[in-house]
């Protein structure tokens, strides 16, 4: 049976995963830099006997052939993200971060690592299964405007042209051993705000000679919020913050203008679109019935991330055949943003979670902060889940 065959195999490589896992991850790379990286996984898959190809310059795509007689040409491509992130890393553990203000506190270290094992599994097993898998180790996943929309630009997904798209993301909520699915729409698109709001600077003590952009600001801020709670449809989530307001001004000055930065999430293009306008016309608008004027810039981030529904309920079916029922959960939508979302809006896609939290051992910190770890037994899990739901999607 080649679902034991895989645990298997899966058991018998988990150091060796760690290992590489613990080598990425002292020897982490900033998005569109993953120059070593690549040279890296390259090694690892000549190792296996596979040839690879360059994409978007530090990304690797390669094929494992399945060698069982089959007229279907069936393919499945399988994703794993590489870049680090400019964060200082407050671990104190071995395989600490080599690279002083550069840490893998997204988990792409432990995507990178387990889809190379899941190559091994594969490629040791490439006489038990019919069919394709495609391995793309993708760079940029943290940066405008993503590797993998350009990536997927490069032809990624032609030739073979899979039809389904998995991957795998760290989460530090589920525990170690566990996976959690969500069909349908599962993360938000995102949308970077750049705002400058215009006055007339003076002194604080005669604004009726100012045109006071604080003031302005003020406006701007609260009525934008009305985008969101009075033309979104409450069916559909959206949501609108700014983290960044720079007045600059001093007790007694009022300043030329205000700077702004925030962010725009929702779940719908066309929505996205509209609320674009609105947000714009509403700033300029009120800014300038005050006297002002005002620069409302938006960066168009990545779509929205769907799993498509027939794929996802199949592959969430296939993880509890090979985790057990108690060991695959619901996930909740989660605003945040992930550029795995450019396969899904081209190709059916499932994305899934990967559980890496430890309580017992304090390792519950979230991604993107200075303290995340995971729990290493993941790896116990990780290669041969996906391994199995490859084989499994391929009709095996
Ligand atoms: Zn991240
Ligand atoms: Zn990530």
Redesign the pocket.
């Known amino acids: 049976m080649i679902k034991e065959q895989i645990q298997e195999l899966s058991a018998k490589i988990f150091n060796e995963v760690v290992g590489n896992r613990r080598h990425l991850h002292a020897n982490p790379e900033l998005s569109f830099h993953e120059l070593q990286t690549s040279v890296f996984v390259a090694n690892k898959l000549e190792e296996l006997g596979l040839e690879y190809h360059k994409m978007a310059d530090t990304g690797l795509v390669a094929l494992i052939k399945g060698e069982k007689p089959s007229d279907a040409g069936n393919v499945v491509a399988l994703r794993a ?1 590489m870049d680090a992130l400019p964060i200082l890393e407050a671990n104190d553990v071995p395989y600490k971060s080599q690279n002083p203000g550069v840490m893998h506190a ?3 270290d432990v ?1 990178t690592s387990s889809l190379l094992g899941t190559a091994k599994i594969l490629t040791e097993l490439k006489s038990q299964f019919a069919g394709t898998v495609k391995l793309i180790f993708q760079p940029a ?2 940066k405008l405007p993503g590797g993998a929309s350009i990536m997927i630009k490069e032809g990624v997904l032609e030739n073979p042209k899979p039809a389904a798209v998995l991957g795998q ?2 989460m530090p909520l589920i525990d170690a051993g566990k996976v959690g699915f969500r069909a349908g729409k599962y993360m938000a698109s995102t949308d970077e705000l750049y705002v400058t709001v215009k006055g007339k600077g003076g002194h604080g003590a005669q604004p009726q000679q100012n045109i006071d952009p604080v003031i302005i600001t003020a406006h701007i801020l609260t009525a934008l919020q009305q985008v969101v709670s009075r033309f979104a449809d409450p069916k559909s989530p959206s949501v609108l913050s700014f983290g960044k307001v720079i007045a600059n001004g001093a007790t007694n000055v009022i300043p030329n203008e205000v700077y702004l930065e925030g962010t725009f999430r929702t779940m719908d293009e066309k929505w996205r679109e509209e609320a674009h306008k609105r947000m714009k016309k509403m700033a300029e608008g009120i800014a300038e019935s005050m006297g002002g004027s005002c620069d409302f810039n938006i960066m168009r981030g990545y779509p929205f991330l769907i799993n498509e529904e027939k794929l996802t309920h199949a592959t969430r079916g296939h993880a509890e055949d090979y985790l057990g029922k108690e060991n695959v959960l619901d996930l909740d939508i989660w605003m945040a943003a ?1 550029d795995f979302a450019y396969y899904s809006q081209a190709a059916d896609s499932c994305f899934y979670r990967l559980g890496t939290r430890n309580e017992a051992r304090g390792i519950t910190s979230s ?1 993107h902060t200075p303290t995340f770890d995971i729990e290493e037994d993941a790896f116990k899990v990780s290669t041969g889940l996906m391994a199995y739901l490859a084989v499994k999607q391929l009709g095996n």
């Open positions: 993200d997204c988990g792409h995507h996943e943290e993301h760290v992930e991604v």
